[in-house]
């Protein structure tokens, strides 16, 4: 059994940038396929970016393309998503995601372990 917990979010003005940290434990990090998702009031879940083991492979959605920056260190067993130029449509809860495999899939249900979830909220 894995454990995701998420920190970092909170409330900003647009333009803004927030720092989102996921720890997973309960086994080996470096061997997981790590992703972000968020949802927001009224919507379905929807893929924010991915990364591999190595970190060597980050698919970003289009959304966020140019504008947040996935990123792990397996030493401290920690994933990040770093947001700049915050917009109020990024306003959702962001989860942090674990995969047992290799590849760096887009597809929720690809994903077998889930945090509960950060708010981040971006005022206009």
């Known amino acids: 059994q894995v454990q995701v917990v998420e920190s970092g979010g909170g409330l900003v003005q647009a333009g803004g940038s927030l720092r989102l940290s996921c720890a997973a434990s309960?086994?080996?990090?470096?061997?997981?396929?790590m992703a972000w998702f968020r949802q927001a009031p009224g919507k379905e879940r929807e893929f924010v970016a991915a990364?591999?083991?190595?970190?060597?492979?980050?698919p970003y959605a289009e959304s966020v393309k140019g504008r947040c920056t996935i990123s792990r260190d397996n030493a401290k067993n920690t994933l990040y998503l770093q947001m700049d130029n915050l917009k109020p449509e990024d306003t959702a809860v962001y989860y942090c995601?674990?995969?047992?495999?290799?590849?760096?899939?887009?597809?929720?249900?690809?994903?077998?372990?889930w945090g509960q979830g950060t708010q981040v909220t971006v005022s206009s």
């Open positions: 995601a674990v995969r047992i495999g290799t590849f760096a899939s887009m597809s929720s249900l690809s994903y077998t372990y």
């Open positions: 309960g086994g080996t990090f470096s061997m997981y396929v």
């Open positions: 990364i591999n083991r190595s970190g060597s492979i980050t």
